[in-house]
């Protein structure tokens, strides 16, 4: 606003009364310059303010389409479904891409995966290797979305983990998308975090409708750590947050952070990897 005041500056009061006049529809009878001042600065907050509401719907927005999309795509690829529709591959990934796999077995694991190439065979491999089906939550609850200032969007979302007839657990999921600027309209994955956490490890009533518990600033902050990895004292620093809870513990619901540090994901058959 102090760039807008510096301009208003400029003006005659002619000029500034003018102004009121057009901008508050002439709903506004300023005294003398400095009202009308503070009448046409008080239009521009509440403009700001809209706009951003309104980007934040857009986000939104994205992070359901993506969601459609990405799912329907992942799953169409299990062999339980007939023949995929549509193909999967690393073209829909930036070449330097990261998977970030928590899952337990007999005992808690984190994988890290890296490139195009990998990453799709990874996420390939759950659903036409090991049959599972992933279904997301897209209310308010089970999806979260947010942007960084750089134009990374980030969406998170909640989800049930199901092998034919049998649910196995939730999942949490955090996706950061960027622009693709030779593609009109398309956004590519940059970075993915996924947990996998088995219904034995879950609060009471969890796995009706999984929820993401953590707010778009949260996503934001994740971001933050996100871009400075690339020396081993950052990744040290980001993996001491997620032991301490304080980095990757929203992706959890409720308690089950707790409960996963304890507990075993129990599947019928172990995650490969």
């Known amino acids: 606003m102090e760039g807008c005041r510096n301009l208003l500056a400029l003006l005659d009061n002619d000029e500034i009364l003018a102004l009121c006049d057009t901008i508050t529809n002439r709903l506004v009878h300023p005294e003398d310059r400095q009202d009308a001042i503070h009448a046409i600065l008080a239009v521009f907050q509440q403009h700001e303010k809209e706009d951003k509401k309104a980007e934040k719907v857009d986000f939104r927005r994205l992070g359901e389409e993506f969601c459609h999309w990405f799912f329907e795509l992942l799953n169409s690829q299990n062999p339980f479904l007939g023949p995929p529709q549509n193909e999967w591959g ?3 990934f930036w070449h330097d891409v990261k998977l970030k796999f928590y899952y337990s077995t007999s005992e808690q694991n984190v994988i890290d995966y890296h490139g195009a190439e ?7 491999s759950l659903v036409k290797e090991e049959y599972l089906f992933l279904s997301p939550n897209l209310d308010s609850h089970g999806l979260k979305c947010a942007a960084s200032p750089h134009g990374l969007v980030m969406v998170g979302v909640a989800g049930t983990v199901c092998r034919g007839n049998t649910c ?20 590519k994955i ?8 088995g219904e034995s490890s ?14 778009p600033s949260d996503l934001e902050a994740l971001y933050n750590v996100t871009t400075l990895c690339g020396t081993n004292e950052v990744q040290l620093s980001v993996r001491q ?3 301490s809870g304080t980095g990757d513990q929203n992706l959890c619901s409720g308690n089950d952070e707790a409960l996963l540090n304890k507990r075993e994901l129990t599947l019928p058959s172990p995650l490969k990897h």
């Open 90 to 92: 690393p073209q829909h």
């Open 118 to 124: 990998i990453v799709s065979l990874r996420l390939l």
């Open 168 to 187: 196995l657990g939730i999942f949490e999921q955090i996706f950061g998308l960027i622009r693709c600027p030779f593609v009109e309209n398309t956004w």
């Open 190 to 197: 940059k970075f993915i975090n996924l947990r996998i956490i």
């Open 202 to 215: 879950l609060a009471p009533g969890t796995l009706m409708k999984p929820t993401i518990t953590f707010e």
């Open 241 to 243: 947050a997620l032991d």
